[in-house]
């Protein structure tokens, strides 16, 4: 028999530790995936009934074209590596073209497939936050074209500026899991969007701002559970590794911010409309997450705590504030993803281990230029669309509802009759 | 190159390890959160449509006050560690204050935060449970209070006497993950507010017992697959490691005593009422779960197979006398979980390895205790609530809904639409 | 102090690596059983309203009597080990019946219990397949016979064929993960009952074929995410450890082949029916992912999209087919399982490392032997059940609702009386 040295030993242990590491990036990519899931029955219980085939369509389209695309080129953009690569652009090639190390040897903490796939499911959740925006009114061609240029080019070049190394990780630039990166960039693009579509037909009137109530406000509930359930995954698989001081550190961090975020959005809109409002709460509760994102790893319990419960106290002050200036977001996307997200951001500046007026600052640039960026990328894209075919479906089209138009169905057939056969009466 | 030693790999192999069982709690802690989920969709499923979004707001509620209160209080009420302990009340406490100690080295086999997020998940549930059997007339307010008052309070004094390792520990008492201790405990609480707050109006007439079944049965459905997901991580989590042996047992028996508590409900409910109850089969899948919980560590597959059957079985018989006795619990809650929770801890003196009249006496005073001890404090609690300000919404409030009476709101908007123009014309 | 060896800190290094491992299967396990849940929503919002509750009680007992089953017989047909095995049937006893071996040491990568409950989630998942097919017509009692059946000796002896070691793997065939041996299984018993119970009552009319759409869009779209979601369970545990490289890889591929599915079912419905077709879209999806199953582990990503894009393309023109026939497939569970099931299995054959001409042919062989006994079987026990007590509920239950007239409940009450007040003025 062989004798087994240390050294052996030694190297069967640190497999050990990386069969663990890569197997929580691993399940955290099953946890973000879900979060499509959330963000289709979140956006599906706050539209109209009659578009909701047409909001799910679009969810389901997104996570198969953003993984395709970023299978594509949005992988080789962000994460460039020696190829062509500059602190604010750079380009790996076409397709998923591991070397030969890459595939033989760890990749960090995880293999190449575990980086791709967790990344891509990533990227595709920035798309899917301006759907629920421009939700109602958007043509189904023009939505996908935009989401496809999101995901496959505007998303892998601001996360390179970061996560690939680029100019605002070498200025010091902060953002954890992408409160920046993914949610103020998703909201940015969502925010551009929404002004070139403008409002839908009938919210903003003479006789003043018409609330327009979703229609099914379990699916919503469900998509908010949902999303929490995959920020599990969001923030704690951005540790890139099982470290179990971080990952449960993060686990924690998430949690309360989440629950802080609730209890902020309570109070300020109980105390603003005098009632319970569920919307609120449940935007809260992502306001919290998206607000603890930046940070999640830097903060003690108070801080995160602190930090979701004013991103919850935005929410409402947030919806109101967008509702004035006739920006119309059917689910508050706007307030939730791109404002929370800021807020997020700038709160590693001021909270937790990182704080401090010259971080602060910094955090300030980094999401400034983001979302400028983004905001510049979206409206040009949307802009163009708009000029050459035409962004939005006709007024008739909008007030049948894009089930029927688009897609010739209807969410809840048996319904659709009774409300038919009672109309006709 | 330094030379690695034998005692340098051992310690590698002992850190590798540990990565997985810190792993596993925080994958549980994401599983036990989904129950959170479950029972806001298995509520909402079995009210009327009309107090839909209350109900999701009380459960949005619950799951974000449970958390931050478990941390301000519950934890350190629940595991006093050497802080004024005793073995009936113990604190150490307010906030989360781990020492050095707990934050450099390996907390049992896992980190001190992922100690606390796995059971600030579990405490909440407990609150969760009272929410559904006294929907669809208690006032919002007051159920939050008594709500946040159950998971600060009552729920961490009773789960220190046995996992805090108080008397009950002390005298032998054995309850693996919660069946007296989460179910039995949130079962009492239950049966004391539906007592103080009486049934809903229509329930109880002169001509008989009126049902009121449930608006929405896939969101129902839906709810109890989701829970026994999250029973997964509620029971296999409760192995406190991910050890191989144990967590694989636990998952057979939980799965097999869920599969045969429909089995058994489906087979009572058949022979009673000749029809196939869809709402007897999902109570009989929670009944199953809520029995195999005490013990799931102790049985064999036949003996898991026998508990969660008998618990099926109850399930209908404890429905029809809960409602005999003018006990209005829209949701089963009563039966499912204090019932089968308390028949789970008794049969851990009957099956498997425990098995032995002492046992079973030690586990009748166990659950009998904890079970009196919640009784009161919650009955104690309702009825002061009751006497000061009022639990109850007014007649008018309840059958117009709570939904428009506390959150001026409503679940499905268009569908309210179709309803009330069908009901002036 | 004790010296360590080299010795026992490898074996401490193993144990870390078995413990990782085992706690992936487990979770494999969970994620599977998901899929139980994905089926239930995806069933229930393609079936009309009135046979929701029907479909709900369906999928729960599935679960519930498959495990038992397997834990009763299957799993010792499946994989009978040493007693009474041949090649094409073995029997290893009734129950759970593990040797001290087994208990005590490393079940391969895994415990004894963890493999049970891994591949009776897994066994469940064939009977789930037929309960969508045979919708909205079949009685309760018969199809729970023919569920039972499947699950305890149609697919544990097919199953044994190539995963219990027997004639199928001894002549090179192979399924990864089960696109024979689960999903063309299940396509092909589905069909075979189809057939026996013929199409439902206004399917096939002298005037054509009469669209039946589903009643609840957002709930098949929760259904088919939630599949997806499994489905990394449900290949990822395939892998059958933790290993890094394969579990990692098989992520990516069946990723993109649902997403490349999903864009194959668009483009060629669009082709087709100049419309945006979100059923067709959902199926696509589904069809990539069993497309992929057989071969998950065997492809590069530009494979995996091409065998999930075939897959997606397939689905429209299976569909139309089988109309055409006059096979009524309420949810399309012979295209997306029977027919993809087989493409998947025979894309082994044509991509990826296994590709070449003698692979193929094996292939083909594989699978239409699994498919001509799975449908003989099914065929031969839905056909005695038909003339021995009927398998079919009477023409006016079906036009009434399989929910009022199996189950005296509806799944939506409150809608159900708006739709009768209605009716009735």
């Given at each position: 028999m062989e004798t087994i040295t240390a050294q052996q030993a030694m190297e069967a242990a640190n497999q050990a530790a990386f069969l663990t590491n890569n197997l929580w990036i691993l399940i955290a990519t099953v946890l973000v995936f879900v979060m499509h899931l959330g963000f289709s029955a979140l956006e599906a219980g706050f539209v109209q009934r009659k578009n909701t085939v047409n909001i799910l369509f679009k969810n389901a389209m997104i996570i198969a074209i953003g993984l395709l695309t970023y299978c594509l080129v949005g992988f080789n953009l962000m994460y460039p590596g020696a190829d062509f690569a500059g602190k604010f652009f750079g380009f790996g090639g076409f397709g998923l073209n591991p070397s030969e190390a890459d595939l033989t040897s760890a990749y960090g903490n995880y293999t190449y497939w575990a980086d791709f796939i967790f990344q891509g499911m990533f990227a595709a959740t920035a798309a899917t936050i301006v759907s629920g925006a421009v939700a109602e009114r958007i043509k189904l061609g023009p939505f996908l074209l935009i989401a496809t240029l999101l995901v496959a080019i505007c998303y892998p070049i601001t996360g390179m500026w970061k996560w690939g190394g680029g100019w605002l990780d070498a200025m010091g630039f902060y953002d954890f899991a992408g409160s920046t990166l993914v949610h103020a960039m998703g909201g940015a693009a969502a925010l551009a969007v929404v002004i070139v579509l403008g409002p839908r037909i009938g919210k903003y009137t003479e006789s003043g701002i018409k609330p327009i109530p979703g229609h099914n406000m379990p699916l919503a509930a469900i998509g908010v559970f949902l999303l929490w359930f995959g920020w599990f995954g969001f923030n704690g698989g951005s540790v890139l590794s099982a470290d179990a001081a971080s990952v449960s550190l993060v686990f924690v961090t998430t949690s309360l911010a989440a629950a802080a975020g609730a209890v902020g959005a309570f109070i300020v809109s109980y105390l603003k409309f005098k009632s319970h409002d569920l919307s609120m709460v449940l935007n809260g509760i992502l306001g919290g997450l998206v607000g603890i994102t930046a940070g999640a790893d830097q903060m003690g319990p108070t801080s995160a705590i602190l930090i979701g419960f004013i991103a919850g106290m935005i929410i409402p002050f947030s919806v109101i504030f967008f509702d004035k200036i006739k920006i119309d977001d059917p689910v508050g996307a706007t307030s939730v993803h791109l404002v929370c997200g800021i807020w997020g951001t700038l709160a590693v500046g001021i909270f937790g281990k990182m704080a401090g007026m010259g971080q602060l600052l910094t955090q300030l640039i980094g999401t400034l230029s983001v979302c400028a960026f983004t905001f510049t990328f979206a409206f040009g894209v949307a802009f163009l669309i708009k000029k050459a075919v035409g962004i939005r479906v006709s007024e008739e089209e909008e007030e049948r509802g894009l089930?029927?138009?688009?897609?010739?169905?209807?969410?809840?057939q048996d319904m659709e009759n009774i409300a038919y056969n009672f109309s006709v009466k």
């Open positions: 089930d029927v138009s688009e897609h010739g169905a209807s969410a809840y």
